[in-house]
């Protein structure tokens, strides 16, 4: 005998939001609950085996393919689905969070592919959460529109036929939504809520419209967190009657870990996959938070030196686009982040050259298309991807077969020719106090310094701060990285943002509050896991 369905989730601590009851619907929540009831306890036993596996990597300081798995990639024949129309030209992809400014702009940019993000551009206030839901389901429908209310300029839909096909990124595994709790009280999944409501509303509605739901998945650290996503979607499909293999998926290879496990991610997505994605700031990001202890030959240098180009990155930048095209998927490229100033030229002119090196690199290297966090890059990235690929939608027939990478060649950190400095160090305070600060106010996607940063620039700021004081860097200035000379770089920081603003400007903020997180995690011998975990308890909404 089945089980009975689950009650809703409950609502807890959360001001009710204008048309919060076209999303939260109780067929919506009673999904929700029953995705909640199915999976939570699986997502909790791999959220285990992430610690277990950084208490191996602590106790090795090194990684390898797996064993257990080394027949999937020995065997060649083998494919993921072939990717639905919507899904085959994927060239340049626009990023960015769901508010209705920017569903708009995304959508009308030119670019082949929106990734609408609940995850590392947007703050999860309940806010974000239920009214970038409202967002999508109204762009759908073609009821949605914005007037700016300081400008009064007026956004609307340009013909379904030029809008950008969505791709939606769910929060990850280890974020939970404190403002739904089942009846113990326990809260859902992040990823579950993003997930089944977006699923639960837009699925029949995009297959009426040509197209399909589609993911990003996000801090995938293992085929084992692939596979879960896998019978998430099976039953999601099951569940509202849509046939399998509906649901495409592209998983972002963002995490140390499961750039050893590639080919068997596409494996257990197989039937729902469409391709994996070269992270920069994230992958970073895990190679600090894995190997901290490493010593020496793990210290990463000033994040803006390490390049795509750094022989370690390259080193899976090449392996993703080789995998992929040997198992028929879409290799996507890593971000273009530069914000284009209305006030500086000059400041364009150079950052436009290097966003077109960047993607000129891609392209020629295989990638079948790119990241960019602004509009006015779709032309750049366009016209580099043009360049390769003509008429053809992707170049999966480059296998790449001249690459050859060793298990070694993925953690050589050591390989690059770049030490930390002091400027590198008051980079990292100055991103990782503004960020946060943004954050604290809801917004997860922020210009700083003509850069578009979200949650993982802030994680890779506060980790190599906290890399750089326990492995006793000195930097470029004979000066060693200590927790004293971290709080004296803040401290200055503090200072010259309160002269930037103005007192009362200031004080409206949320500085020293994020002045505080950002040493806390920085400085903590405790090093945590997340930024966005201790993060998510101050924030409000």
Known sequence: MSAPAPHPPAIVDAEPLPRQEEVLTEAALTFVAELHRRFTPRRDELLARRAERRAEIARTSTLDFLPETSAVRADDSWRVAP?????????????????????????????????????????????????????????????????????????????????????????????????????????????????????????????????????????????????????????????????????????????????????????????????????RWDYLFSIVKNFRDGGEKFVLPDRNAVTMTAPFMRAYTELLVRTCHKRGAHAIGGMAAFIPSRR???????????????????????????????????PIALESFDRVLGDRPHQKDRLREDVDVSAADLIAIDSLEAAPTYAGLVNAVQVGIRYIEAWLRGLGAVAIFNLMEDAATAEISRSQIWQWINAGVVLDNGEPVTAKLARRVAAEELSNIRGELGEETFAAGHWQQAHDLLLTVALDEDYADFLTLPAYEQLKG
């Open 83 to 279: 990717a639905p129309e919507a899904l085959n030209d994927r060239r340049v992809e626009i990023t960015g969070p769901t508010d209705r400014k920017m569903t708009i702009n995304a959508l009308n940019s030119g670019a082949k592919v929106w990734l609408a993000d609940f995850e590392d551009a947007s703050a999860p206030t309940w806010e974000n959460v239920v009214l970038g839901q409202l967002n999508l389901i109204n762009a759908y429908t073609r009821t949605i529109d914005f007037t700016d209310p300081v400008s009064g300029k007026s956004y609307a839909l340009r013909p379904d036929g030029e809008l950008a096909t969505v791709v939606t990124r769910p929060r990850g595994w280890h974020l939970n939504e404190r403002h739904l709790t089942d009846a113990d009280g326990t809260q859902v999944p992040g990823a579950l809520v993003d997930f089944g409501l977006y699923f639960f509303h837009n699925a029949q509605r995009l297959l009426d419209l040509g197209k399909g739901p589609y993911f990003y998945l996000p801090k995938t650290e293992s085929h084992l967190e692939a596979r879960l996503w896998n019978d998430v979607f099976v039953f999601a499909q099951d569940y509202v009657g849509i046939p399998q293999g509906t649901v495409r998926a592209t998983v972002l290879i963002e995490t140390i870990t499961a750039a050893y496990e590639m080919e068997e991610i596409l494996y257990e997505l197989r039937d729902h996959a469409s391709g994996l994605n070269a992270g």
């Open 344 to 378: 500086d030229p000059e400041v364009n002119k150079v950052a436009f050259e290097k966003v077109r090196a960047d993607k000129d690199r891609e392209a020629n290297d295989g990638f079948d298309g790119s990241w960019v966090a602004h509009p006015d890059l779709v």
